[in-house]
């Protein structure tokens, strides 16, 4: 699975046939270099410009199990770009639009972008150059598969169906707007099996937190798509029904980008603060200042916390210290928050994090004392292989290891999950035929997942409907980490 992304500038051949050659070139040079920069940074490869339009793939030669989410982002800070270089020079306003598909393709290895070579062929890229086509002028649109695989991470507008070139039916379309700040919570349509025991454990250690007003560490370790983020849902909803009052807040490590080292607790701050991302660095400022408010009593220690937590979201009067400075004030606002109301942090993706992040986790274990606060990490095993000793050596740490469903769980979520499938383009048939079609859906998923020439990664990321493969890595080293973990129902 691939994404590609086609840019094209608006108007621009029109204009351009009035210009000198030279100053087309001195018009191309600033977008061209910008565009080239934004796509490389989140692992894109451009395969080639053509004029003023760019085509870009995102998963060849390395493969990022979020490649869509970093296609889109691209797209959408390429539009940003577009805005700020308009701004230089308004004499010579650009207007843009993009394209972005996600799907199957055929690859050449031995093809090389820098000489002109094409890299990938298939539909799926004649899609993407056609809704590039169809966009609105300084808009972004993608593809269905693109949009499913990214809707919890970026807000869309729904279009409507686009009547592209070469297409027998109208092709599904949306806008994409903006990221989000607070991914948007996963639906669960299969049933919780197989992973009572260990849920049992986290709602153990929740209610060990209560009684000791202790900070606890769990760390749920697995290969992607093993059912991580299904066991904290898991947890998240027994809590909510127990009646607990609990505060949430969630944040990711992000494998990509500049400035991430306290990405998922940046996040973490700026929901609890009810931080937005068209916020200024005056309001940033304003709502932190309140969030601050609410939780510190002594007036005289707000500014401290303020301008200390301030580099975690870009507010005004944010000032830099020293790490020791700034993790005590972390710490101590975490610890403020939890005082009030139990308090559940839930960091995801923790093989992403840096070093640095790593360490305040360790230090928000070693000090925090006195207030109720479960800290949940999500990590794949490659953790380990970075830090042996991680979560090791404190009473108050522990590890929770998934292990793939087995044959029996396997199989009960496979029929679940298959009497309730609706039959393709939803096709009409009577009680009988439809049985007839479960059923056969069963033996088939049954007799793939069996094969013994089907890996176990593999047989596990086919029973729980997980994404592509992730060969690829931080630091682009393409170490392969297994597949990936963007849709985990059942386990």
């Known amino acids: 699975m691939v994404t590609v992304l086609f840019a094209d500038l608006v108007g621009f051949t029109q204009r351009a046939e009035k210009m000198d050659p030279e100053d087309v070139r001195a018009s191309l040079a600033p977008y061209l270099e910008r565009v080239r920069m934004e796509l490389e940074r989140l692992g894109g490869t451009v395969e080639k410009f053509i004029g003023d339009a760019v085509m870009a793939v995102f998963g060849v030669p390395v493969a990022h199990e979020d490649d869509p989410e970093r296609a889109v982002t691209a797209a959408l800070r390429i539009l940003s770009a577009i805005e700020e270089l308009n701004s230089r020079r308004s004499d010579f306003p650009l207007a843009f639009r993009v394209g972005v598909n996600t799907g199957e393709v055929i690859v050449d290895l031995s093809a090389r972008a820098e000489e002109g070579d094409i890299i990938v062929t298939g539909d799926v890229v004649n899609t993407a150059a056609r809704l590039q086509q169809a966009a609105p002028v300084d808009t972004v649109v993608v593809g269905e598969t693109t949009y499913r695989a990214t809707r919890g991470r970026v807000e869309y507008e729904e279009l409507e169906p686009a009547t592209l070139k070469g297409k027998a039916e109208p092709v599904s379309a949306w806008r994409a707007t903006a990221l989000r700040l607070r991914p948007v919570e996963p639906t669960h349509r299969a049933p919780f099996i197989g992973r009572e025991q260990d849920l049992a454990l986290l709602t153990q250690t929740f209610a060990r937190t209560l009684r000791e007003k202790s900070v606890q560490l769990v760390t749920v370790a697995g290969e ?139 230090h928000l274990v070693e000090w925090g004392s006195g207030v109720p606060l479960l800290v949940v990490c999500t990590a794949r095993p490659e953790l380990y292989g970075r830090d042996l000793d991680w979560g090791s050596g404190k009473r108050n740490a522990s590890m929770l290891t998934l292990s793939p469903l087995t044959e029996a769980e396997t199989a009960e979520l496979v029929d679940t999950l298959s009497s309730q499938a609706a039959l393709p383009g939803g096709y009409a048939c009577g009680p009988a035929r439809a049985r007839r079609w479960q059923s056969a859906l069963r033996g088939r998923v049954r007799s793939y997942a069996a094969r013994p020439w089907v890996p176990r990664v593999a047989r596990a990321r086919h029973r729980r409907r997980a994404g592509s493969r992730d060969p690829g890595s931080r630091d682009g080293s393409g170490v392969d980490r297994g597949a990936s973990g963007h849709a985990e129902p059942g386990a």
């Open 224 to 362: 992607a798509g093993v059912g991580k983020s299904r066991l904290v849902a898991e947890l998240r909803r027994t809590l909510s029904v127990s009646g607990d009052d609990v505060i949430w807040r969630r944040g990711r490590c992000v494998s990509y980008g500049e400035g991430v080292t306290f990405w998922a607790l940046g996040e973490i701050v700026k929901s609890h603060a009810g931080i937005l991302e068209s916020d200024s660095p005056e309001e940033v400022a304003k709502k932190l200042a309140a969030a601050v408010a609410d939780v510190v009593d002594d007036r005289d220690d707000r500014s401290w916390f303020v301008a200390r937590l301030g580099v975690l979201v870009g507010a005004e009067g944010a000032q830099a210290a020293d790490r020791e400075e700034l993790f005590t004030a972390w710490r101590r606002f975490l610890e403020a928050i939890a005082a009030r109301t139990p308090f559940v942090l839930i960091v995801e993706d923790v093989h992403w994090a840096d070093a640095a992040l790593l360490a305040f986790l360790d």
